[in-house]
């Protein structure tokens, strides 16, 4: 049965998922939600012997429904190949008593690549789709980690260009580095004086600015997203929390059906909404645990059904969960409210208006399968520092965030239900962070020292991401004002 696509804000007109993807946000500045949530037609046992990217067809085919049978296999071929370091794809490893899906093995080390693999296959097989001639423009607005995966999934993909805007003091110099070293004919890397939620607002002004629309228009020009607003960011996320309860069915360590538990680092709530729409197409999970940093302004809206964004912003150790307006949220206050439109704009209107709103008693309901709690810099530094003291096993900070909230919930609720932590970069990527937290003598080194040091003493190669980067010429030297961002993408474009 066909799926389709309609706004959290309520425009009439329902859309394709091929539509949905190639425009990234809706018109009206909803978010695309499916009409339905369609249940998964394969059974766990079946999926159990599957490979990630039987997984990946089985999953995305049901929400994806205007895709071909051969054009989704085509995008899933493309993406999911040996760009990841491991034919697993995703990957599971067992350690303290939880089991960590790792899924920082693709090109950038980091969760996005699971999504940005495949999404600008999806975006160009869309456009095909439709009859689009234009030049896809992908804007993006990083806190770190999409920015490169990004970058790297659309790099000298033709009929598109992309552009990443990032918070110039608010990434690790990693993820710099990472950035203002891509190649490819079609990239631009800005970085803005602001932090990521200025970045994200400007980007999300770009998108709804009728008069660069047609400025762009006239030059043969067209906007999409790559950030987790997407739909085609989301969809793909699904697959792999299949894929991880498959895995541990397969191997003997739940019984067919047992409920599971999964801990999501959280930021933008892309993640994590995967982990709920999974949940809703059948999968077995139990709580759904969102694990935030200092940032804790989903712990405080699950604890009290108040979003409340008027707080300080603070930079943290886990850089790419520093976000105050968690954006896919918008789209479970969609659900809860009964999928109901005229109520979610309402909502949105006031966090627009005032950076707060309530949900009723009603709604609330509605995030019992939720549980949220939040780690500081201190405690995610003390769990990078135990988990590896008691099993060796090393843990970006985001991860730590995730495995420290995991004992608070193991502390408070006494719920013992085999658990998935989703693990979302290599230590590798924050090395410096991770480092520190194990000896504070390591602060005085310099960072490929650090990179060297965490290589022998995890017994993990170094990744060829990192390995990259170490002589890479940097290519992108631009930075502007929050309020110039425009300007920057007419110099882009030769608007
Ligand atoms: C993006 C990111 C997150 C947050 O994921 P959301 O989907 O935005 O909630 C967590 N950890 C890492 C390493 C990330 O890159």
Not at 24 to 36: F, K, N
Not at 86 to 94: C, G, M, N, Q, S
Not at 254 to 282: D, E, H, R, S, W
Request: aromatic residues 10%; proline residues 3%; charged residues 25%.
């Amino acid at each position: 049965m066909d799926i389709f696509y309609r706004s959290t804000r309520g425009s009439e007109r329902r859309v394709r998922a091929s539509e949905a993807i190639l425009q990234g946000l809706a018109e009206d500045g909803g978010l695309y939600v499916p009409e339905r949530i369609p249940v998964l037609d394969k059974t766990l046992e079946e999926f159990s012997r599957m490979d990630y990217r039987q997984t990946a067809y089985e999953v995305m085919k049901l929400l994806l429904t205007d895709y071909t049978r051969e054009e989704l296999q085509d995008c899933i071929r493309k993406a999911y190949d040996d760009k990841f370091d491991t034919d697993r794809i995703a990957p599971l490893k067992e350690a303290d008593g939880a089991y960590y899906l790792e899924l920082f093995h693709g090109r950038t080390i980091a969760f996005k690549d699971m999504a940005l693999s495949i999404l600008p296959h999806l975006m160009t097989t869309a456009a095909a789709k439709n009859h689009v001639k234009q030049e896809i423009v992908i804007l993006t607005a990083t806190s770190g980690d999409t920015g490169k995966a990004a970058l790297a999934g659309f790099a000298d993909v033709e009929g598109t260009r992309i552009m990443v805007f990032y918070p110039k003091n608010g990434v690790s110099p990693i993820q710099e580095k990472q950035m203002v070293t891509q190649q490819g004919k079609n990239t631009r890397v800005v970085g803005i004086y602001g932090n990521f939620d200025d970045a994200q607002t400007g980007v999300k002004r770009l998108f709804s600015d009728p008069a660069l629309a047609s400025c762009m228009a006239e030059k043969g020009f067209c906007f999409s997203s790559a950030n987790s607003i997407n739909i085609g960011r989301l969809v793909p996320q699904i697959v792999y929390y299949v894929y991880a309860y498959a895995q541990l069915l397969h191997a003997g360590r739940i019984q067919n059906g047992q409920k599971i538990n999964v801990v999501v680092p959280t930021g933008n709530f892309g993640n994590i909404l995967a982990a709920y729409y999974a949940k809703k197409m059948g999968l077995p999970i139990g709580r759904l645990i969102c694990a935030s940093n200092d940032n804790k302004v989903l712990y405080d809206f699950l604890t009290s059904g108040v979003y409340d964004r008027n707080r300080e912003f603070i930079l943290t150790s886990s850089p790419s969960m520093d976000i105050l307006i968690s954006s896919n949220l918008e789209r479970l206050i969609y659900h809860i409210a009964g999928d109901d439109p005229q109520k979610n704009a309402a909502l949105m209107e006031e966090l627009g208006r005032t950076g707060r709103y309530a949900v009723t008693e009603e709604m609330k309901k509605g995030l019992s399968d939720f549980y949220g709690n939040y780690a500081t810099q201190k405690e995610c530094a003390d769990r990078i520092r135990t988990l590896y003291e008691k099993t060796g096993y090393l843990v970006d900070t985001h991860t730590a965030v995730a495995s420290a909230v995991y004992e608070k919930f193991r502390e408070e609720i006494k719920d013992d239900a085999v658990t998935v932590i989703v693990s979302t970069a290599s230590p590798f990527k924050f090395t410096r962070s991770v480092m520190s937290a194990l000896d504070p003598a390591y602060e005085s080194k310099e960072d490929f020292a650090l990179v060297d040091e965490l290589s022998r003493i995890s017994g993990v190669a170094i990744p060829g991401a990192i390995r990259e980067i170490r002589t890479a010429p940097v290519l992108h030297d631009i930075q502007c004002e929050k309020d110039q961002m425009e300007d920057a993408v007419r110099d882009f474009l030769g608007l």
